[in-house]
């Protein structure tokens, strides 16, 4: 039996249900001595769970095979942001997170966690995917969704392929907040009743809430249609 034989098949075994409902299959990736088991869906297009379970090698355990307190696991949690109803969808990273066995931890617990980030975790395209908007322009219209506070926020979206543009207006038309980012320069603008008002270059995510509602709430008198 090979080293990470034993892995490989308590990891299939233990989560083999949770793949088969997400329509996922693992794969181990060699690099070096270590392995790294990582999940994708089937099917067409590039989809894969951003969850990793890292197994180091031989020399690095000195042991005769992989044990699961060797393993330590990645993810990066997405939240997934859905357009209306035109189809369009973005996906936001909202933090990355690790798990390893720590001694004298419980491990029936640790390979239950394990378990509950490949379920709960969301798959996401690494690949073209189409009707898929940048992160974001994902996290400025979840930012316009909490500060408008309505079911029904009314964020018109629009794009040419690479300006993607979200407006928030009045009934009337006369006012609105827009913010509109440019894939190719990786710069987006905010826009107050159609001029410009900011420039963001290359910005954090924290920087676009940060200007979204410093200039959302200038116009806190906007009566969203």
């Known amino acids: 039996m090979g080293y990470y034989t034993h892995i490989m098949i308590e990891a299939k075994a233990r989560y083999g249900h949770i793949l088969r409902d997400r329509n996922l299959v693992m794969r181990g990736k060699r690099d070096g001595d270590s392995l790294t088991l990582v999940f994708k869906r089937k099917g067409p297009g590039d989809w894969k769970l951003p969850v990793e379970l890292h197994v180091p090698g031989k020399s690095e355990t000195g042991r005769d095979q992989a044990l699961w307190e060797d393993v330590q696991l990645t993810a990066d949690i997405h939240q997934e ?3 209306g109803d035109a189809g369009w969808v973005g996906f936001i990273c909202r933090q990355s997170e690790r798990l390893e066995y720590l001694h004298g931890d419980d491990m029936s617990k640790f390979i239950e966690q394990i378990g509950l980030y490949i379920k709960e975790c969301s798959v996401i395209p690494y690949g073209e995917v189409e009707n898929r908007v940048s992160p974001e322009t994902a996290m400025a219209y979840a930012d316009l969704i909490d ?3 309505a079911e029904d926020p009314g ?3 629009s794009t040419d392929g690479n300006l993607q543009t979200l407006t928030v207006e009045d009934a009337a038309g006369q006012q609105s907040v827009s913010f509109a980012w ?3 320069k990786v710069a987006g603008e905010i826009y107050v009743d ?3 008002a900011e420039r963001l270059e290359r910005p954090e995510s924290w920087e676009i809430q940060d200007a979204l509602s410093r200039h959302f709430t ?4 906007l009566k969203i249609r």
């Open 81 to 83: 942001v859905t357009f």
């Open 147 to 149: 500060l408008i506070g």
């Open 155 to 157: 964020i018109q979206f």
């Open 182 to 184: 440019n894939e190719k």
């Open 194 to 196: 159609g001029k410009l």
């Open 218 to 221: 200038s116009q806190m008198d």
